[in-house]
């Protein structure tokens, strides 16, 4: 295995961001614990600080180190931050890139494929290479989403989906003419199309979670009533499907009490719905807005169930709060949700009646407490080992990839 320093492309990379960027973190991470890495990346806003303090927190001070390029064509923090000029920018970083490493290993991490060529050009290089993680092939579920969106928003998802078909039509294309082995560290939204529908031998799938899961708890053993929802209050979460759903649950069964956390553009339509619902119901459903870490995770331990009604999520850091704690967890049938709560919990079934659907699911956890806590402890344990061994992988291609 060669000794030098593994070459790694990124696009974007900033600690202090979203979870979108926590994916590419862990992978480097994971690699630094094995052989020293260079990372070339994009300076962009104030991620030089944000990389510095988070190499010395993880103690990679001499493991990893990083070069900046500026953006020559697009500002991405500026009024001329397009799609274009980024993807001229990225393309050109590529190249730049692939010309520098000739005769070293290659792992290369794309991102949220948002353009159709940002990945592309990656599959007609000549050599073995890790891409990862890698997320964009999955279709946006119109059809579950359809009544909460706008027209304009039907429209553009409906073209989303259009150019999502177009990029999985020519990748599939370019990977069942590649040569040498190709890699990718997937997310679990995209796991059904990359696993699944895999067309070329030359291309290897792995999933990785999104987040840094969190050690196990000890679960109480005591018979808990209260459902938990807990989220942004916007129109992805679907907080109003969640409150119908629980008032569905909570008049059949009048032991049972309710909290959902969180705030949003969404809270004052939940608050006005809550009012309307009949005092006994209404009585038993707390609307707490935003609480401290600690009483979060103390609600999410005291929960019967926890229920996810997104109609897109590729993970949620609550849902293995979740498991960490032994919490069973009803969710939509979507995304990432199959990866963990398809087999730890219980997804809901899909149809027309969502309300019906997820009301059912959760009252069948309430009516097995015990067995459903019981596949749901552990889970965590198990997610973090399958991670682990996937990154592991990754970094073993890594190193061969000559």
Known sequence: MNSDPIPVYCDLLDPDRSSEFAVPLKFLESLAGHQSIVVSTFARLDNCRALDDWIAV???????????????????????????????DVLIAQRDFFR?????????KIGMVHFLFNLLPLLVRRKPMVMGPVSGFELFPLSMAWPF????????????????????????????????TIMICATPGDRDYLVGGRRSMAVRTLVTSEVTMPPMQSPDSSVHREILWSGAMIARKAPLLALEAIA???????????????????????????????????????????????????????????????????????????????????SMPVSGMRNTVGRFGLLASPGRDRTGMLARAMMEILSDQVGYRARADGGIAILQREDCDNLNRAWYMAGIAA
């Open 149 to 180: 969106l706008s027209w304009r928003d039907r429209c553009y998802y409906s073209t989303f989906n259009l150019m999502t078909a177009l990029l999985r039509m020519v990748f599939r294309s370019l990977a069942r003419f590649r040569r040498r």
């Open 58 to 88: 993880r103690g990679l001070g001499d493991r990893l180190r990083y070069c900046l390029r500026p953006f020559r064509y697009s500002a991405i923090d500026g009024p001329r931050a397009t799609k274009l000029r980024l993807l001229i």
């Open 248 to 330: 569905t649950v909570l008049r059949s069964r009048p032991e049972t009490r309710a909290v959902m956390l969180g705030e949003g553009p969404l809270l004052t339509a939940v608050r006005q719905r809550h009012a309307d619902l009949p005092e006994d119901v209404r009585s038993r459903i707390e609307l707490p807005g935003n609480v401290p870490l600690e009483q979060s995770q103390r609600r999410i331990g005291a929960a019967a169930l926890l229920l996810v009604t997104s109609w897109r999520e590729v993970n949620s850091f609550v849902v293995y709060e979740a498991l960490a704690q032994g919490v069973p967890i009803v």
């Open 100 to 108: 520098r490493t000739q005769d070293h290993p290659v792992v290369a």
